[in-house]
């Protein structure tokens, strides 16, 4: 099996953009999206910075809070992106309120 570093660089680069596109598309602070996903503030932004790994439980918890199907984190932006630039297709990224954002809200948690 041939491994090569540099795409599993791109992978994370490509997913760290996802992730903060997602975020900034819900209006959702690194705070509030990390809340959201039962994680630290730190995490997200390592995560959105490429300084760490993320693992296949922490795509789900973030997946989760954003509204969306995980597998959309790892589209290249070609297969996400719709008309306007920064806007993932609704039916691609099936975005969703958050189900954890309203129970936020209401004082829940």
Known sequence: ???????????????????????????????????????????????ERTVTNVSLDNVYKLALALGIDAHVLFLPPAEGVSGKPGELSQATAKIIKPATAARKTSGGR
Do not use: W
Not at 16 to 43: F, M
């Open 1 to 47: 099996m041939n491994t090569d570093p540099h795409q599993a660089r791109e992978l994370r680069i490509r997913f760290a953009a996802n992730l903060r596109e997602q975020r900034q598309i819900l209006r959702l602070s690194q705070e509030a999206l990390a809340d959201l996903a039962g994680l630290h503030r730190t995490y997200v932004s390592q995560v």
